[in-house]
């Protein structure tokens, strides 16, 4: 008999996107969500959340981040032993706080898929393993429903620092740099004169745009994001300064200690036609 699995929150963006994934896999699907209506008719729909975990091997919580952790604490003692009870937010150490104090009979399992819900396949992807009680088994679990995607573990408070410049400083600059754009009365003339790194830019950040409003507030209101963002409007300040002064030799050294540290780790000449490969598919649209 097929494996039966619950998604929380089975009518939002990737709430979708796993129901599709299970019901491919040959999972029977049961979906929960309050607020979105579900669209899939290959899903055992619940008329309420903890019905849809009661007779279930696995629990996916596709919930809001600032929410999650009070959903686990309402259905961990109503889960069957021997389940498991996995969930996806984005900022991890509230939920593994809520996850490290759920009863013994039920298997946490602490994930954060590095993708969105237009991903096509898990292939090059990479999910995120945050161990909770064991951290073999956990990401063992994660390995037998998640085989094509790549996995990185590591702790909590890891895990906000790094997604703070992944998501937050990314999320952060794109939404200013979204906000000027749409206040520009002379746009399309704008995009008309623009080279490839406006264009690829402004998808960027329109892109970013398509996530819900209170997603993108969750992102950039992870505590480890100030210190980040900080240093990112110090050195704003600090090259426009620069430049209404004419100090031309502190911004081109500045350019260049920037360069060379990314030397270290990246290969600038191969991001530079990666660049132009995006922009050249951009064109064919």
Not at 128 to 139: G, M, N, T, W
Not at 191 to 203: A, L, N, P, R, V
Request: with cysteine; charged share 30%; hydrophobic share 40%.
């Amino acid at each position: 008999m097929a494996k039966r699995i619950a998604v929380v929150g089975a009518g939002g963006k990737m709430g979708r996107w796993f129901v599709k994934y299970f019901l491919a896999k040959g999972l029977h699907v049961v979906g929960y969500d309050a607020e979105n209506p579900i669209e899939e008719k290959a899903v055992e729909q619940a008329d309420s959340l903890v019905a849809s975990i009661l007779q279930v091997d696995y629990v996916v919580l596709c919930t809001p981040t600032r929410r999650t952790p009070e959903i686990i604490r309402l259905i961990a003692k109503e889960m069957r032993r021997g389940t498991y009870l996995i969930e996806i937010s984005s900022q991890k150490s509230k939920t593994v706080s809520a996850l490290s104090k759920i009863p013994s009979k039920i298997n946490p399992v602490c994930i954060h898929p590095m993708f969105g819900p237009g991903a096509r396949t898990l292939r090059g992807k990479n999910i995120v393993s945050v161990p909770i009680k064991d951290a073999k088994k956990e990401l063992a679990v994660a390995r037998e429903l998640f085989g094509d995607a790549s996995f990185v573990t590591m702790d909590a408070a890891e895990h906000d620092r790094r997604i703070a410049v992944v998501l937050g400083l990314t999320h952060l600059a794109n939404l200013v740099f979204a906000n000027v754009i749409s206040k520009d009365e002379k746009v399309s003339l704008t995009e008309k004169m623009s080279g490839s790194t406006f264009k690829t830019q402004k998808i960027l950040a329109e892109s970013i745009m398509t996530e819900s409003p209170e997603l993108i507030e969750t992102i950039i209101s992870n505590p480890e994001l100030r210190r980040f963002a900080e240093d990112f409007w110090k050195d704003v300040g600090r090259l426009l300064t620069a430049a209404q002064e004419g100090k031309t030799e502190e911004i081109t050294d500045y350019i260049k200690a920037c360069r060379d540290r990314l030397s270290a780790s990246s290969d600038l000449e191969d991001s530079y036609k990666k660049h132009v490969r995006m922009a050249a598919a951009i064109e064919k649209r």
